[in-house]
T-cell receptor, first 109, second 117 residues
């Protein structure tokens, strides 16, 4: 099975940087994903890591350490529209995604 | 990116009736689609894996006779909630993987919000 942990909620100021950590223990690993989900909507893809290291995509970056079972999502230059839930998800060899409970990020002016 | 369409977006039904939700991959083929359920303020829970031309694989604790899945073509999977009850009220989301791309990304439908009265 999969055990994925991430903080429940975080608050930050517009323009700031926030880092969302995710730790996982899985029976099989074939990639780690980060998704953004606004209330009442389906998740949208943010990033994908399968090898150790940092992946950067504009204001969002994601890091993976497979040996530590650890990832983080870094959100830079926060904007009000970034207020959402951020889901860490681990994929197994059958392409099934298991999701963490999500981290609700609130951006304040 | 690839597009997955889900229908209906919202559905309200009476207790005891059945509801069908469709999931279509619009511009790619998907031999495998996944059905998730999300209760308020909770994360997505995988219900079942839908395989084109064969029986779906259900996760532990999910009743296969209650949640009927049909994947008759490479672009369409359906989830039927049979004899729905209020506790089945939830947000149901499907996802699919593009066979021709190996980015690993799963593309999600818009979700279907079911309310059972």
């Amino acid at each position: 099975g999969q055990n994925i942990d991430q903080p429940t909620e975080m608050t930050a100021t517009e323009g700031a940087i926030v880092q969302i950590n995710c730790t996982y223990q899985t029976s099989g690993f074939n990639g780690l994903f980060w998704y953004q989900q606004h209330a009442g909507e389906a998740p949208t893809f943010l990033s994908y890591n399968v090898l150790d290291g940092l992946e950067e995509k504009g204001r969002f970056s994601s890091f993976l350490s497979r040996s530590k079972g650890y990832s983080y999502l870094l959100l830079k230059e926060l904007q009000m529209k970034d207020s959402a839930s951020y889901l860490c998800a681990v994929r197994d060899g059958d392409y099934k995604l298991s999701f963490g409970a999500g981290t609700t990020v609130t951006v304040r002016a | 990116g690839a597009v997955v369409s889900q229908h209906p977006s919202w559905v309200i039904c009476k207790s005891g009736t059945s509801v069908k939700i469709e999931c279509r991959s619009l511009d790619f083929q998907a031999t495998t689609m996944f059905w998730y359920r999300q209760f308020p303020k909770q994360s997505l829970m995988l219900m079942a894996t839908s395989n084109e031309g064969s029986k779906a694989t259900y996760e532990q604790g999910v009743e296969k006779d209650k949640f009927l899945i049909n994947h008759a073509s490479l672009t369409l999977s359906t989830l039927t909630v049979t004899s729905a009850h209020p506790e089945d009220s939830s947000f149901y989301i499907c996802s699919a993987r593009d066979l021709k791309q190996d980015t690993g990304e799963l593309f999600f439908g818009e979700g279907s919000r079911l309310t059972v009265l």
